[in-house]
Each structure stands twice: as structure tokens, then as C-alpha cells.
């Protein structure tokens, strides 16, 4: 029978099958960060268990660590009770912790990869719901619920329905300064925030595949954002290149061992979805989102969509939107002002991203009216930025680059936008208040936010390139 990719990662990975029930899975890989955590550790000391497999589990602070003097104490005290809370809990269960100021420390999404932490066919879960990024490697990965965590402390396991599949193929070659974060904004667009509601995704076709590694985890990444369980890309030439050498990535025989299985990691050609859904990439252009969720987006050049052919219900959400963002229907967002500008994040804090963000800013300015974040997804892009000496451009076009974290994604730190203040960002959600109380986010590629950066305004990136 043929399988598709997701099928054979899967039932690789089932203990046993509940009657009518769920699926107990097997996990290979448990990412733990400060805020979904607590609760799970509290929960197996009431019951006085260790975790089952301490060695497959990897700790550490993301979302409420500063980007700045990560050396001091941290000031919030919310903050500092959440990361110190998950080193003592690392420490007492025995696991791997990789601190604030420790060279390992990031954005957990960004770690994994890069470190060789994340391997293809593997299981991987984290209570944070962008654990859809590993897919990218050709994993099995979903974001779960802190019981769930504890779930897969104590057991290694955990109980899941089995989702359905999806294929969606981009056919034909991306454009000038179209970027996998334009393709996830454009697919969003298309098939709205609940899409992809009970389906596991598989990216396919030529357009993913021209995509470097960088490209397909914030792809996948995005996944979440159409409803999906997750994202994954089967495993290539891209994939070896990037794995091989990297810190935790098998070695010697062993990486020949795993090759040979990796090479297997592919939807037979007979494959069944229960949906196929079928772009073109030749459709897409450099987007912006211009509402309150990710799906509400359109190409930088085109108008805000009208009222016309809403039902009561999508025109009273559609308003509402239009209200808290202070946009009209039908009109152009190219040429509106700006006030932040927001590289980072578990979906563009990757090298590639400010190698991307560089191009664009080379030889020019930041407009006097931009507040402009730049944040590494972990110290070694921190590293790489400097190794290629992209910080020097950054710097002498007027910029600064922080220190790695969550950052402005979301505002559980200090980095928050002020009420009414419009944000380009590179980061993964829109909602009302996602980047501090009142904020108007505009989700965009980094090549459009170093637009906004230089000119203050709303840009088509392509007009600087």
C-alpha cells in the first residue's frame, strides 16, 4: 500500500492503538521553554515521577527573556520567576538547560534545527504551537498542551488522534523578492486561518523545493496559522547539506545509518491525500497583512478588500479589524506611515533573514521615524551576522542588533509596541494586542520590513532592489 510521508513517520512511531480512542505515540524529542512548563514539572512531583527519558528532552528560556543586558537580573518579576523556575527544574529532573547567556540559548524553534537537535522522521513536541517549524526537516512535530508535556515526561508518549493529510504543491519558480514568508502569508490568504483545520500538511512542488533550509522552516513554521496540526517537507539534498556536521547530528557510521533511512522519508508516488490543494508561483508577489489575523493579507501593491459579497458575519469581523488597525476597505497600504520595525522571531530571526534584511539597507539609511528591532533567533546567527560582517552594514545603516529571544513576537517581555503605533514585523501573528496592548502589527517578509526601515513607510521591497 502506498504511504505518504506522514504515514510512514507516524506508524513508525505507534505503541498502540486505542479502540475508537486515540493513538499512543512514541516522542523522540521533547523542546521545553519557561512558560508551558511549570505546570508539567509541578505535576510529576505531585505524583513522584521522574521523567522516562531524560536525554531526549532540551531546556530552555525564550519568550520572556530581554534582548538586552541578558547579563543582569531580569527586572520583570514575572519573567525572572518563569526562567529562573525552569533552570531549577532542569536542574532537579536532571536535563539538558541551555540558559540566558549560555552560546546555546535562543528561540527554541531556531535552536533545534541549527544544532542538529531536530533529525528527519523524528516525533517532536513543545508546548508552544510554532513547534510546527521542525516539519521542515522532515519530522513529525505539533505543538501540545502543558498536560500533554507532563504527559511526555513522564512517559515519552502521548495520547493523539490521528489528523488527516494535505498536500499542497507550488508549482513553477518564485519572482523577484518573493520569499517563503510571502508564500505562507499568500497560502493564508487564500485559504484562511482555519483551512487547514485537522490536516497535517506536506509542502511540495517545485517552488519548495528551490527554498533553502531557512526558507522551509519558516514555511512550516506558518503552518499553524491555516488551522493545520503541523507542516512538513520531505527530506533532500538541502536538508543533508544542512545537517551535516552540526553539534548533535549523527557522526561516522552512524550519519551514513541515518542517511540511508532519511533517503526513505518520501510520499510514495501512488500516494492518497484525504485534500490536495495546488498553487502557482508565478501568482505570488511581496505580502502584507492589513487585519487582526494572518490570513488577512494581500499582495504590498493591491488594495484592502471591500465589504462586497461579505456575509453579516465576515462584515461585522472585517470591520471590527478594519477599526482597531485604522484602515479603510479598498485602499493602498503602500505609502503609510510606520513607527516599529521588527526582524526577528521563531519565523525570520535566521541568518538568512538578515543576510536578506542587509541586502535591502545596504548604502542606505533607517528613516528618522523608525523604531527598528533586529533580533538574532539564537547566538550562533548572532555569531554568523558578525562572521559575515552583516553587522557592520547593519550598523553604519543606522541599526542595532539586540540579543537573541522571542522579542516583540509577542509581549511577554520588555519589547512591546505602544498602543496605536503601526509594527512591520517578520514575526507570526497579528491578533489584537499580540505585540503589546493596542499595537497594529503588519505582518511581511524581512526584505519588505528593511523597505519600511529605510523609507518609514509601507514599501514594495522590490522598488530597492
Known amino acids: 500500500m502506498a504511504n505518504t510521508l506522514f504515514d510512514k513517520i507516524w506508524d513508525a512511531h505507534v505503541v498502540q492503538e486505542v479502540k475508537e480512542g486515540p493513538t499512543q505515540l512514541y516522542i523522540d524529542r521533547l523542546y521545553c521553554h519557561e512558560v508551558t512548563s511549570p505546570q508539567a514539572f509541578a505535576g510529576l512531583r505531585a505524583r513522584g515521577l521522574k521523567c522516562f527519558r531524560p536525554e531526549r528532552i532540551y531546556c530552555m528560556p525564550d519568550h520572556n527573556t530581554p534582548t538586552h543586558d541578558q547579563d543582569k537580573p531580569?527586572?520583570?518579576?514575572?519573567?525572572?520567576?518563569?526562567?529562573?523556575?525552569?533552570?531549577?527544574?532542569?536542574?532537579?529532573?536532571?536535563?539538558?538547560?541551555?540558559?540566558?547567556?549560555?552560546?546555546?540559548?535562543?528561540?527554541?524553534?531556531?535552536?533545534?534545527?541549527?544544532?542538529?537537535?531536530?533529525?528527519?522522521?523524528?516525533?517532536?513536541?513543545?508546548?508552544?504551537?510554532?513547534?510546527?517549524?521542525?516539519g521542515a526537516m522532515g519530522a513529525i512535530a505539533f505543538g501540545i498542551g502543558t498536560s500533554?508535556?507532563?504527559?511526555?515526561?513522564?512517559?515519552?508518549?502521548?495520547?493523539?488522534?490521528?489528523?488527516?493529510?494535505?498536500?499542497?504543491?507550488?508549482?513553477?519558480?518564485?519572482?523577484k523578492g518573493v520569499t517563503a514568508k510571502d508564500v505562507a502569508l499568500y497560502m493564508m490568504s487564500k485559504m484562511?486561518?482555519?483551512?487547514?483545520?485537522?490536516?497535517?500538511?506536506?509542502?511540495?512542488?517545485?517552488?519548495?523545493?528551490?527554498?533553502?533550509?531557512?526558507?522551509?522552516?519558516?514555511?512550516?513554521?506558518?503552518?499553524?496559522?491555516m488551522g493545520a496540526r503541523g507542516g512538513m517537507i520531505a527530506p533532500d539534498e538541502v536538508t543533508f547539506e544542512y545537517i551535516k556536521g552540526r553539534?548533535?547530528?549523527?557522526?561516522?557510521?552512524?550519519?551514513?545509518?541515518?542517511?540511508?533511512?532519511?533517503?526513505?522519508?518520501?510520499?510514495?508516488?501512488?500516494?492518497?491525500?484525504?485534500?490536495?490543494?495546488?498553487?502557482?508561483?508565478?501568482?505570488?508577489?511581496?505580502?502584507?497583512?492589513?487585519?487582526?489575523?494572518?490570513?488577512?493579507?494581500?499582495?504590498?501593491?493591491a488594495h484592502i478588500p471591500t465589504t462586497e459579497g461579505m456575509s453579516d458575519v465576515e462584515k461585522g469581523s472585517f470591520e471590527k479589524s478594519m477599526k482597531y488597525m485604522g484602515f479603510e476597505p479598498g485602499e493602498s497600504l503602500l505609502g503609510?506611515?510606520?513607527?516599529?520595525?521588527?526582524?526577528?522571531?521563531?519565523?525570520?530571526?535566521?541568518?538568512?533573514?538578515?543576510?536578506?534584511?542587509?541586502?535591502?539597507?545596504?548604502?542606505?539609511?533607517?528613516?528618522d521615524n523608525i523604531i527598528a528591532w533586529l533580533v538574532p533567533g539564537s547566538w550562533m546567527v548572532d555569531e554568523q551576522i558578525r562572521e559575515e560582517g552583516l553587522d557592520k552594514v547593519l550598523e553604519a545603516a543606522g541599526f542595532e542588533i539586540r540579543q537573541p529571544g522571542c522579542s516583540a513576537c509577542l509581549a511577554m517581555n520588555d519589547d512591546k509596541i505602544p498602543a496605536g503605533k503601526?509594527?512591520?514585523?517578520?514575526?507570526?501573528?497579528?491578533?489584537?494586542?499580540?505585540?503589546?496592548?493596542?499595537?497594529?502589527?503588519?505582518?511581511?517578509?524581512?526584505l519588505t520590513a528593511a523597505a519600511a526601515a529605510v523609507t518609514g513607510v509601507i514599501t514594495d521591497p522590490r522598488t530597492l532592489m
Open 74 to 134: 531580569i527586572e520583570d518579576p514575572v519573567s525572572k520567576a518563569q526562567v529562573d523556575a525552569l533552570a531549577k527544574n532542569a536542574a532537579d529532573f536532571g536535563l539538558t538547560h541551555f540558559g540566558m547567556m549560555n552560546k546555546k540559548n535562543g528561540i527554541i524553534h531556531v535552536v533545534g534545527p541549527e544544532r542538529g537537535l531536530t533529525l528527519p522522521g523524528m516525533t517532536i513536541v513543545c508546548g508552544d504551537s510554532h513547534t510546527s517549524t521542525h
Open 336 to 367: 503609510k506611515k510606520v513607527d516599529y520595525v521588527f526582524l526577528g522571531a521563531c519565523t525570520n530571526g535566521r541568518i538568512e533573514d538578515f543576510r536578506a534584511f542587509a541586502s535591502i539597507v545596504k548604502g542606505r539609511k533607517k528613516a
Open 192 to 225: 484562511t486561518t482555519s483551512g487547514a483545520t485537522g490536516y497535517f500538511v506536506e509542502y511540495a512542488g517545485e517552488a519548495i523545493r528551490s527554498l533553502t533550509m531557512e526558507g522551509r522552516l519558516t514555511l512550516c513554521n506558518l503552518s499553524i496559522e
Open 422 to 446: 503601526y509594527a512591520v514585523s517578520t514575526s507570526n501573528r497579528n491578533f489584537e494586542g499580540r505585540q503589546g496592548p493596542g499595537s497594529r502589527t503588519l505582518l511581511a517578509s524581512p
Open 148 to 175: 500533554e508535556v507532563e504527559m511526555v515526561m513522564a512517559s515519552q508518549c502521548i495520547l493523539q488522534s490521528r489528523p488527516k493529510t494535505m498536500r499542497i504543491t507550488i508549482d513553477g519558480t518564485l519572482g
Open 247 to 301: 553539534e548533535y547530528a549523527p557522526k561516522g557510521e552512524e550519519w551514513d545509518k541515518a542517511l540511508a533511512y532519511w533517503k526513505t522519508l518520501k510520499s510514495d508516488d501512488d500516494a492518497v491525500f484525504d485534500k490536495e490543494v495546488r498553487y502557482d508561483a508565478a501568482d505570488i508577489q511581496p505580502m502584507i497583512t492589513y487585519g487582526t489575523n494572518p490570513g488577512m493579507g494581500m499582495a504590498v501593491t
